[in-house]
């Protein structure tokens, strides 16, 4: 009796030393669920709250709060996969011994008896693999977590790291996944759907076997049913119920060029962007952006019938779009084709403005006390520099000169040689300094910056021309508004601006700007129903085409060329490439939201004249031109010259 007393003792001594050695050696890991940190897929927005894609590492998966779980999905985790959970401290050992004597029976394992809690430890911890040691490691974690986490811990945990098959880790990814609904959306059905997928997740997949999905999704409805924790009425109408069930690729990406450029920005202050479980909103709208892609389309496709020999892996173009007054980029398309460049032409490249940088010169002579009806020399000349021993002669598009011609017609009709003399005359010294105030960089320091001959990406070009849509407040791109880390904590992108001008000044130059459209180089570009004002930009040998335009309400500059700078066909200029495109967008944007704007705002401190029944624009900073008063006609005064 000793004997056996002793070895009972023995036996209970081992085995509490072998149960504190494994606690030592483990009880640690069981910190990888008390103190949870899976990594967090981000999520990038539109301005209307659209998902515009998912960022992720290896793990997609969106975090949900056990308080916006739904009551319903607890209730048939619970009914499904342990009754009891609420009752037993992290092991069930009266399952534990059903599951025994199962065991016993067949002479192997068969049957497990595992609680919710158990399962976290697996997901998260442990392996799958069925082994005693397993188990005993898998029961002191249990007790271990119970005894630190809550019941409403624990269910949170597990549902947002166990894996729900096709890529969706975590029930709310798998929830936006199949059924395109937050969880607050998902009907008792999607719910069973839902809960039954982490027992054999590629088994019961629903883009792969509907059938089985729904059939498991009925015994969870069933289970249900008979604890009595739904009426008949609601069994009956789950199990009729059959959901439709969405195909997507995991990271949804619905505006690619878009997506790169966010990542490329945000990731400079957010070094885990990837697995930090951010909210990242754009300014873009994807109705727009959608829009801006088709309109790209429409001046590519135009080229193209135009330019039958034209070189495709070469020709390309982008698109950006603009909120005046906030610089919010509500579009940007990089090229035609993503998925046959992911170059993105609105960022990263540097071309040449021409022409549609002079508005920049024209406004610095307004500054200076021009007007749009003060006359200008459009006369040929020779330049020599004598430090090179060169000499350039500046022409005109259409090779002719007409003398003495109004400012407005100048830039109107995009005259080079007047343009080149206006700055002459302004001084190329002052006028390079308030440029490189303004924020322009390696603008040459000589007469071709007239004609806009250095680099600049679309994009930020875009910004520069905000000083004429915002009526002479310079306002910066922003593509990123804000971002919410996964404390909920807000950083906010504010607006930033930069006072060029007055508004009066400005309006004197849109009003320019509005003549190129109604009857210059910018025909192409006119829209029905709405104001429009802008300039075309084509440089030497065609080799960029722009239009650089505006509504009252936003900005749309668009931009072809061939990507290794070679020319074009000749006659692919700025109105004729990319005014249609801007037309297109325009057109189909007023479609989209009718209550924009339609007319420009004339600030105070404009003032006007009638000539020929059409109005002078002039402010006390740049007064009209000595001229004879001929009639009053009680709205201005009607002139001649």
């Not at 067949?106 to 998260?124: C, Y």
């Not at 400079?268 to 873009?284: A, N, P």
């Not at 060029?500 to 009857?519: C, G, Y």
């Amino acid at each position: 009796m000793k004997y056996f007393l002793s070895i009972v003792f023995t036996g209970i001594i081992l085995l509490f030393v072998g149960f504190l050695y494994l606690y030592s050696n483990i009880r640690f890991e069981a910190y990888k669920i008390i103190d949870y940190k899976p990594d967090l897929t981000t999520q990038i927005f539109d301005r209307n709250g659209e998902l515009i894609a998912n960022i992720f590492d290896k793990k997609n998966r969106v975090y949900v709060k056990y308080k916006d779980i739904p009551p319903h999905l607890i209730e048939a985790l619970v009914a499904i996969e342990d009754t009891s959970f609420f009752e037993h401290g992290g092991i069930n050992f009266e399952a534990i011994f059903r599951a025994l004597l199962k065991d016993i029976k067949a002479m192997k394992l068969v049957e497990g008896a595992s609680t919710l809690t158990q399962q976290l430890i697996k997901n998260t911890i442990l392996t799958r693999k069925k082994t005693l040691s397993r188990k005993l490691k898998e029961a002191i974690l249990a007790y271990k977590i119970e005894s630190v986490l809550t019941k409403e811990q624990i269910l949170e945990r597990y549902l947002n790291q166990v894996y729900f098959g096709h890529g969706y880790y975590g029930v709310r990814t798998a929830s936006l996944g199949y059924f395109n609904k937050d969880l607050n959306e998902l009907s008792l059905k999607e719910i069973a759907m839902l809960v039954g997928l982490p027992k054999a997740p590629s088994s019961y997949d629903p883009t792969k076997h509907i059938d089985l999905s729904i059939s498991r999704a009925n015994r969870v409805i069933n289970r249900l049913f008979k604890l009595g924790w739904i009426d008949k009425k609601t069994y009956k109408k789950a199990l009729d119920e059959h959901p439709i069930v969405f195909d997507n690729t995991l990271s949804k990406n619905r505006a690619p060029y878009v997506v790169d450029e966010a990542i490329k920005r945000a990731s400079k202050k957010f070094t885990d962007l990837k697995t930090g479980g951010y909210k990242i909103y754009l300014g873009i709208d994807l109705k727009l952006q959608q829009l801006a892609r088709k309109s790209l389309k429409v001046g590519y496709d135009g080229i193209l019938t135009r330019y039958k020999d034209a070189n495709t892996s070469l020709l390309n173009g982008a698109m950006v779009v603009l909120d005046n007054k906030t610089g919010d980029v509500l579009a940007m398309v990089g090229g035609i084709d993503y998925q046959k460049s992911h170059f993105n032409r609105a960022t990263q490249s540097r071309r040449q403005p021409g022409s549609s940088f002079k508005p920049f010169i024209y406004l610095d002579a307004l500054n200076l006390g021009y007007n749009g009806q003060t006359k200008i020399p459009d006369i040929s000349r020779v330049y020599v520099d004598k430090k090179r021993d060169k000499k350039w002669k500046p022409k005109n598009y259409e090779e002719n000169f007409e003398g003495l011609i109004t400012l407005e017609n100048a830039l109107v009709h995009s005259r080079n040689l007047a343009t080149i003399n206006l700055l002459s005359a302004l001084g190329m010294d002052s006028v390079y300094k308030d440029l490189s105030k303004e924020g322009f960089k390696k603008i040459p320091y000589n007469l071709s910056m007239a004609l806009g001959s250095f680099g600049i990406s679309p994009y930020d070009f875009a910004g520069f021309y905000t000083t004429f849509s915002n009526y002479g407040v310079r306002v910066k791109p922003r593509l990123i508004t804000k971002i919410i880390n996964k404390f909920d904590e807000v950083e906010i992108n504010n607006v930033k601006e930069k006072k060029i001008t007055t508004p009066s000044q400005a309006f004197l130059m849109i009003d320019i700007m509005k003549q190129v459209v109604k009857r210059g180089t910018g025909r192409k570009a006119r829209v029905k129903g709405i104001e429009t004002a802008g300039k075309t930009g084509t440089t030497n040998k065609y080799i960029d085409a722009w239009f650089c335009g505006f509504t009252p309400d936003i900005e749309v500059l668009t931009w072809f060329g061939n990507d290794d700078n070679s020319p074009m066909k000749r006659g692919e200029t700025g109105g004729r490439s990319a005014g249609p495109a801007f037309a297109n967008f325009v057109k189909n944007y007023i479609k989209l939201y009718p209550q924009t704007k339609r007319k420009f705002d004339i600030p105070k401190g404009v003032k006007y004249k009638t000539y020929k029944s059409r109005k002078l624009y002039f402010t006390d900073i740049s007064p009209l031109p000595n001229m004879q008063e001929n009639q009053d006609t009680g709205n201005g005064r009607s002139l001649i010259f």
